[in-house]
């Protein structure tokens, strides 16, 4: 017989105090999440995040001193000591920077109007090991940032470089994820099931050596598989 599970560890970052009590308040009171900690800058949840461990940290970007940016590439780069997942809680209207911190390794995003309840369930899927991508906001999100991608990085071709190694089905699905489309929208325009789908997506974050399809809309974008206009 096991006992309970271990509760999630959640470690806040972000600049107003305010905010910082008002998420450790909602997840204070939620079955199987600990608020093991809160930060007021990049720097301080760095040097928090390697003293506590969190499972999950929820970051705020624009702040003093070290960036949220920044301080998800240490958190959650492919240089961390000790990986955490990154959940950034951030304005999509006011806020440029979201592209970047998704390609330094954040699992996901929320807007910062996100309900209560929309925040806890983010948090335990990014605890879960999945990535936090609503579709319609992946859409309007990453189409409108990929436009800042450098000429030089969306040299890739589906036939070659990163991409070779996958089917032309798979090429299919990845255009899909790349729009924001869940697995249940992948199965229904590929005329599959959702378990085949799932498969799918499986299979091309293994092939490609991605962590979750946070990283898998990046490359998509990077190499020119699919554009803003897509």
Same mark, same amino acid.
Not at 40 to 53: K, W
Not at 60 to 82: C, F, K, Q, W, Y
Not at 195 to 212: N, P, Q
């Given at each position: 017989?096991?006992?309970?599970?271990?509760?999630?560890?959640?470690?806040?970052?972000?600049?107003?105090?305010?905010?910082?009590?008002?998420?450790?308040?909602?997840?204070?009171?939620?079955?199987?999440?600990?608020?093991?900690?809160?930060?007021?800058?990049?720097?301080?949840?760095?040097?928090?995040?390697?003293?506590? =461990?969190? @499972?999950? /940290?929820?970051?705020?970007?624009?702040?003093?001193?070290?960036?949220?940016?920044?301080? #998800? +590439? $240490? &958190?959650?780069?492919?240089?961390?000591?000790?990986?955490?997942?990154?959940?950034?809680?951030?304005?999509?209207?006011?806020?440029?920077?979201?592209?970047?911190?998704?390609?330094?390794?954040?699992?996901?995003?929320?807007?910062?109007?996100?309900?209560?309840?929309? =925040?806890? @369930?983010? /948090?335990?899927?990014?605890?879960?090991?999945?990535?936090?991508?609503?579709?319609?906001? #992946? +859409? $309007? &999100?990453?189409?409108?940032?990929?436009?800042?991608?450098?000429?030089?990085?969306?040299?890739?071709?589906?036939?070659?470089?990163?991409?070779?190694?996958?089917?032309?089905?798979?090429?299919?699905?990845?255009?899909?994820?790349?729009?924001?489309?869940?697995?249940?929208?992948?199965?229904?325009?590929?005329?599959?099931?959702?378990?085949?789908?799932?498969?799918?997506?499986?299979?091309?974050?293994?092939?490609?050596?991605?962590?979750?399809?946070?990283?898998?809309?990046?490359?998509?974008?990077?190499?020119?598989?699919?554009?803003?206009?897509?």
């Amino acid at each position: 017989m096991t006992g309970p599970a271990r509760p999630v560890r959640v470690l806040v970052c972000d600049d107003q105090a305010l905010v910082r009590a008002g998420y450790a308040t909602i997840f204070a009171a939620q079955p199987g999440l600990e608020v093991v900690g809160e930060a007021s800058d990049g720097s301080a949840a760095v040097r928090s995040a390697g003293r506590l =461990l969190p @499972d999950v /940290v929820v970051m705020d970007i624009r702040m003093p001193g070290m960036d949220g940016i920044e301080a #998800t +590439r $240490r &958190l959650a780069g492919p240089d961390a000591v000790a990986p955490a997942r990154v959940l950034v809680v951030t304005t999509f209207h006011t806020d440029e920077y979201v592209y970047e911190a998704l390609r330094a390794g954040a699992s996901g995003f929320l807007l910062k109007d996100a309900t209560p309840s929309q =925040l806890v @369930d983010g /948090v335990r899927t990014i605890a879960a090991g999945e990535s936090l991508l609503a579709p319609a906001v #992946t +859409r $309007r &999100l990453i189409g409108r940032y990929a436009s800042r991608i450098r000429p030089a990085e969306r040299s890739g071709t589906p036939d070659g470089g990163p991409l070779g190694s996958l089917t032309p089905r798979e090429l299919q699905a990845l255009r899909l994820i790349a729009t924001g489309r869940s697995n249940a929208e992948i199965a229904e325009e590929l005329v599959i099931s959702r378990e085949t789908a799932k498969t799918y997506v499986s299979r091309i974050l293994t092939k490609l050596d991605l962590r979750d399809r946070v990283q898998a809309v990046v490359l998509a974008y990077r190499v020119g598989l699919v554009s803003a206009q897509d």
